[in-house]
């Protein structure tokens, strides 16, 4: 595409925006979204990216995030979102920004409580935020739904039918964010009560939600804590948690002699009402946290912190790297860290973010953010998933993406530019169904390396620390 004109100004009328994403549409149709790459196409090389993203994990973890990524086409696509991002930046897009969540698959939707301990569905991983063209998100989270469709052995309508689905959500939450008072669009939220009201009540959906208000420190001190000595100490329970092994002895020795530092600079990135309400805690434990697929590797510990010596607090340090949308888009401005890329992020897009959420620099100038690891979180597991549990599920995350988009862009701009017609419906299902089977190539061909006794191809010359 040639140079592309730049957006109005958030000022600018609600006339004038929409115009600018109605010329977009012009430069990049809706019928184009539906092309995707060859797998074989010689300018894709989706084992040398996947090799490029294990730089700066912690070497010994590398084989076991492959090992994830290897169970089937899904947790492959979990943990391939460097490839979709290289494959993204090939192909036309809308050039119209938002804050990205990066990574929007169906797993990163979920429950969690606001500050006002209010249940709220949303997007849940900001590990990849940045700005750039809200059809990334939503191209990646389409397709996942197809590829999920896949892995539970649905017929293939299943899958088309929830990215329309998807789509339909997606536009016609735009548009009325679009014509919402600002802040009224500001602070809308997907509740518990609004997301049962999309669909009928299941057995599945209730029993989440239930879990999710049951999720609290409070309750999980029961089974992942021990007193030790009179102190309230952290549980191990592997391979999820724990406080010493050969692959991470190294990491936790590191991160636990700048611990005091850490704090400080953590502490400074919090409000100042809840610096105060974080003094209130003293921390007791540090344990090595194992994350789920994509982010294996990069450096993770939960702290347990106790107030009043009976109120316990765990909070997750989780690495954070380069998105994997720098490559193609650039780096995030105004931002000293990848922790403070995150955090800034998640607080634009979020509808609401957890009160302990915050940033600092680990070991060896590594960029950290914090958060609770328990505050009423829940998620759904695929495996419970029924096709009309599938559809429903489709039309709660367009709802939720639209709003993120809606709060970190301009709601004008992608109502102009996504129109009336089901062009955009059918694009996308057409794009989901054809990267899956990119997806699932390019897993094919992640297996047939490490069956081949290739694992040097995809595992970082660089990765020690």
Known sequence: ??????????????????????????????????????????????????????????????????????????????????????????????????????????????????????????????????????????????TSFVVAARDRGFKPRIGREAVQQLAEAYRDRMRAFARMDTLEAWYARLTSQTLLKLGAEDATELAVIKKARRSTSRVFADSATETVDGRLMIRDQPPFVYHDARATAREIKRFRAGLPAFLAQYRASLPPERQRLFDRYELHDVAVLTPGVGSVGRRCFLLLLVADRAHPLFLQCKEASESVLEAPLGAAPDTASPGQRVVQGQRLAQAASDVFLGWAQGPGGRGFYVRQLRDMKASYKLEDFKPVDLLEFAEACGYSLARAHAKGGDAWAIDGYLGRSRSFNTALADFAEGYADVNEADWRRLKKAVAAGKAAAVEADDTAS
């Open 1 to 142: 595409m040639s140079s592309e004109p730049h957006a109005p100004d958030a000022t600018a009328s609600p006339a004038e925006r929409r115009a600018f994403g109605r010329a977009q549409r012009q430069r990049c149709a809706l019928g184009q979204w539906a092309q995707v790459p060859r797998p074989d196409a010689t300018d894709r090389d989706p084992l040398g990216w996947l090799k490029a993203s294990n730089r700066g994990r912690v070497p010994e973890l590398v084989p076991v995030r492959h090992g994830r990524m290897l169970v089937s086409p899904f947790t492959f696509y979990r943990g391939a979102a460097s490839l979709m991002a290289n494959d993204l930046a090939r192909l036309p897009h809308s050039g119209i920004a938002t804050q990205l969540c990066g990574d929007a698959h169906l797993a990163n939707f979920g429950f969690f409580a606001s500050p006002e301990r209010a249940l709220v569905f949303d997007i849940n991983d900001f590990d990849e935020t940045l700005q750039g063209p809200f059809d990334w998100d939503v191209r990646r989270l389409a």
